[in-house]
T-cell receptor, first 112, second 113 residues
Framework: EPEVTQTPSHQVTQMGQEVILRCVPISNHLYFYWYRQILGQKVEFLVSFYNNEISEKSEIFDDQFSVERPDGSNFTLKIRSTKLEDSAMYFC??????????FGPGTRLTVT | AQSVTQLGSHVSVSEGALVLLRCNYSSSVPPYLFWYVQYPNQGLQLLLKYTSAATLVKGINGFEAEFKKSETSFHLTKPSAHMSDAAEYFCAVSDQSNYQLIWGAGTKLIIKP
């Protein structure tokens, strides 16, 4: 069964550094998402992407965040200058039209 | 604005007993509703979804949920708990099929032998 994959599984970075989290969505899906889950808190929506552009974004998704689909398979989340409070589990998801979102295993980001 | 409330951060049941995890939502439009499960150190797996078709939805691993508009509820049930059901369960709502999911806080299901 096709799956969403994410790399790396764990990323440790220093405050102020840039990180890129990578995702490979399921191949025939059209909609792509990033969510995050700070330890002990709810899952929070960051951004959705459709037809090569952002379709929705939350207040969390400020100028330090960006997303890209550089080729036909990858979907990346870039955090330009990481802060301690960016430490979280980041989940990528993809969806065919109207059928629910399918999540990857997540990348644990630790900012020190 | 949409919101999701899951009653009980932890639910403990004996193996073989009925599982009932509660989810109530608020939405100004007909909602799309989802249950996800997260096993320890793993991602979020879609258990089942309600997308305005049948109100009783069957999912994987023997779980089902019933959409009750009058009660604004979408409770998750399983007739007989198994040790492998121990995980955290999240209810989520969306106002369109491909829009952002709004999440509940999650309920940790503990299965007693």
């Amino acid at each position: 069964e096709p799956e969403v994959t994410q790399t790396p599984s764990h990323q440790v970075t220093q405050m102020g550094q840039e990180v890129i989290l990578r995702c490979v969505p399921i191949s025939n899906h059209l909609y792509f998402y990033w969510y995050r889950q700070i330890l002990g808190q709810k899952v929070e929506f960051l951004v959705s992407f459709y037809n090569n552009e952002i379709s929705e974004k939350s207040e969390i998704f400020d100028d330090q965040f960006s997303v890209e689909r550089p080729d036909g398979s990858n979907f990346t989340l870039k955090i330009r200058s990481t802060k301690l409070e960016d430490s979280a589990m980041y989940f990528c998801a993809s969806s065919p039209r109207g059928q629910g979102q399918y999540f990857g295993p997540g990348t644990r980001l630790t900012v020190t | 604005a949409q919101s999701v409330t899951q009653l009980g951060s932890h639910v403990s049941v004996s193996e073989g007993a009925l599982v009932l995890l509660r989810c109530n939502y608020s939405s100004s439009v007909p909602p799309y509703l989802f249950w996800y499960v997260q096993y320890p150190n793993q991602g979020l797996q879609l258990l089942l979804k309600y997308t305005s078709a049948a109100t009783l939805v069957k999912g994987i691993n023997g779980f089902e949920a019933e959409f009750k508009k009058s009660e604004t509820s979408f409770h998750l049930t399983k007739p007989s708990a198994h040790m492998s059901d121990a995980a955290e369960y999240f209810c989520a709502v969306s106002d369109q099929s491909n829009y952002q999911l709004i999440w509940g806080a999650g309920t940790k299901l503990i299965i007693k032998p």
